[in-house]
């Protein structure tokens, strides 16, 4: 299997299926940091990032943030003192999609 972090996000259209149960399981390993929640009936991946103060939680946020707009994927970004809370995904088919998986596997991948 390839590893999430060398793939790069696609544009998704609506229509295109969300992954299946069996998908997901298969990519979870690979981004063992992030949770699977229910938002409003939306699944999305969750991970919360902590941090020495807010200084350094805001570089980590600007981070993420330049990689969102490298990989044209968006995630929604909490930034308080110590922590970050990052969620993620495919707003279009309102559902998990591989381009979530990249996100959080590259998101992690910026603690290195």
């Known amino acids: 299997m390839t590893k999430l972090t060398e793939l790069k996000c696609v544009p998704v259209r609506s ?12 990519l979870q390993p690979q981004i063992p940091n992030w949770k699977i929640i229910d938002v409003n009936g939306i699944p999305h991946l969750e991970a ?11 570089e ?25 809370t990052i969620q993620l995904w495919t707003h279009v088919i309102k559902g998990l999609h ?8 590259k998101t992690d991948q910026l603690l290195n």
């Open 15 to 26: 229509g295109d299926p969300s992954l299946t149960q069996t998908e997901i399981s298969e």
């Open 48 to 58: 919360v990032f902590k941090f020495k103060n807010f200084v350094a939680a805001l």
């Open 60 to 84: 980590f946020t600007n981070k993420v943030g330049a990689l969102a707009e490298e990989e044209d994927h968006h995630p929604l970004i909490i930034t308080e003192w110590g922590r970050v």
């Open 98 to 105: 591989r381009n979530d998986f990249i996100m959080a596997a």
